[in-house]
């Protein structure tokens, strides 16, 4: 009997980006889908809830911080994995007093990543 994957959902508004992480979640066998903004994913988890969410921080509208609050205020317990290019201290403690389960800095490290994602739906 086999596992089913790991349903993962990715947000980032740089289309390059969730490309690149999508090919690499993929090779580690996970199921993946991109979303280009925050409104886009809200919209989708009416319908299906990933088991893992990995999220850019800077994106026009709402920022990857903004969904992370509101996934919270709305109890919807996704285990969140919290991306960016520029480690700022204050949102990353944001971040973390909403329960994200990492955070972690661009140029992402691929095994890290996976490991994260992993350990987050354990």
């Known amino acids: 009997m086999s596992k089913s994957p790991i349903k993962v959902a990715i947000v980032d508004d740089e ?10 979640l993929s090779t580690a066998s996970f199921e993946i889908k991109t979303y ?7 919209n989708s988890i009416r ?3 990933p088991e893992c969410l990995v999220v850019d921080v800077h994106m026009p509208e709402f920022t990857g911080p903004d969904l992370v609050r509101y996934l919270s205020r709305k109890n919807k317990k996704i285990p969140t994995i919290v991306i960016t290019a520029f480690d700022d201290k204050d949102i990353r403690l944001y971040c973390e007093r909403y329960g994200v389960s990492a955070f972690l ?7 890290t990543l996976i490991q ?3 350990s987050a739906v354990a």
Do not use: Y
């Not at 980006?17 to 999508?22: C, I, K, S, T």
């Not at 903004?37 to 809200?42: A, K, Q, S």
């Open 15 to 24: 289309a390059p980006v969730r490309r690149a992480l999508a090919r690499l």
């Open 36 to 42: 280009g903004t925050v409104r886009e994913f809200i």
């Open 47 to 49: 319908v299906e809830v």
């Open 105 to 111: 800095t661009k140029p992402l490290h691929g095994p």
């Open 116 to 118: 994260c994602i992993r």
